[in-house]
């Protein structure tokens, strides 16, 4: 990603388009239009990629991120989506709405876009470049809107330039946003069909089609380390260890516990979105090893370190 503040901005044809995929393709950044908001695409099966979304916005704890498929059956491949989900689908998709279901054990969206879940988040949006662009890139996109966390939704491509550019590596410029508001979300990991996030369709739309109403979200779903059915490492960690203790091992950063028996190191050059890309798997790989005690290394506070360190308190606790 360039560091200058010139993030080219293009209009939607076939010659842009083929600029996006490249990007992508590289474990890039891409913002583009959907018909709810403008999203801040990444290539959704790479770590290193989603790292830079998480970095991008500044978000604090890693989200699980919307992952944007082309066509049903690639959301088929991601997810186990019953009955009732592919009603849904087959009444809303192309569309604002996203279904949170189990993710499908050959599943390609990776652990860190889930923000660690065992569940995805899919959907197929309506608008033609968005779907143009999923088409040529060929797997899915993870998307949240495209802008700094904490600021509004961006609904043109100068809102996303105002929070993004320097820090995205193309624009797409599709015109307005239509609908304005984020993708309606419906939970599809309980007995019942949950509504967890209110949005462009609405709930008695949704409750028409399948004929019952939608539960309310409970603390299963919405954030990440909420639910039993986020990964928790079986190793105990030790957080900001200064050094291993006698049968530890280490998750390291920089280099600072050294190499001692069995330490895998996040970042060996200290570079926190490497960190964050490596975390999850860095997480299993000890656990699959089979190491008990976990000194982890002191993660710096800024910029995705304070993600980091969120997920690493709660997997310790
Ligand atoms: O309209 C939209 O949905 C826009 C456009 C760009 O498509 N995207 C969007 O993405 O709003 P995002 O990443 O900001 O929304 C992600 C939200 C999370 O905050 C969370 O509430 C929910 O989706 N979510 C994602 N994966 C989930 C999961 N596995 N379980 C529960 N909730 C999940
Ligand atoms: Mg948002």
């Keep these: 990603m360039s560091e200058s503040r010139a993030t080219p ?9 083929a600029r996006a995929v490249e990007i992508l393709r590289t ?3 891409v913002a583009f239009p959907t018909e709810t908001v403008y999203g801040l ?11 830079r979304i998480y970095a991008a916005k500044g978000r604090p704890s890693f989200n699980p ?6 066509d049903l059956s690639a959301a088929r491949r991601e997810a186990r989506l019953g009955a009732r989900a592919l009603r849904l689908a087959e009444a809303f998709w192309p569309g604002p709405l996203t279904l949170v279901a189990p993710a499908a054990l050959e599943g390609s969206v990776c652990e860190l876009a889930r923000a660690g879940l ?3 988040a899919l959907r197929i949006p309506a608008h033609p470049a968005a779907l143009a662009l999923l088409r040529a890139f060929g797997g899915p996109l993870a998307a949240p809107s495209a802008n700094v ?10 809102h996303v330039a105002e929070d993004l550019a320097g820090r995205v590596d193309l624009i797409l410029d599709g015109g307005r946003a239509r609908a304005g508001l984020e993708s309606t979300i419906v939970s599809f990991l309980g007995d019942t069909p949950a509504l967890l996030r209110p949005g462009a369709i609405a709930r008695e739309e949704i409750e028409a089609v399948l004929g019952t109403r939608l539960g309310e979200a409970r603390g299963d779903v919405v954030a990440p380390g909420m639910t039993s059915a986020h990964y928790a490492p079986r190793a105990r ?3 900001d260890a200064q050094w291993l203790e006698p049968g530890e091992a280490g998750l390291d950063f920089g280099g600072a516990l050294g190499d001692d028996g069995l330490v895998l190191d996040l970042s060996p050059g200290g570079d926190l979105i490497e960190a964050a890309a490596n975390l999850f798997a860095y997480l299993r790989e000890l656990d699959a ?5 976990v000194a982890v290394a002191p993660i710096p506070a800024h910029g995705l370190g304070e993600a980091i360190r969120d997920r690493l308190r709660r997997a310790a606790s």
């Design 118 to 120: 065992a569940s995805v």
């Design 237 to 239: 960690l030790r957080l």
């Design 27 to 29: 474990g890039g950044l």
């Design 9 to 17: 901005l293009l209009g939607v044809d076939d010659a842009s388009r």
């Design 41 to 51: 695409g990444a290539d959704a099966t790479s770590p290193r990629a989603v790292a």
């Design 289 to 293: 090893h089979g190491a008990a005690r």
């Design 65 to 70: 991120l919307i992952a944007h498929v082309a």
């Design 149 to 158: 966390s904490g600021h509004v939704s961006p609904v043109t491509a100068a």
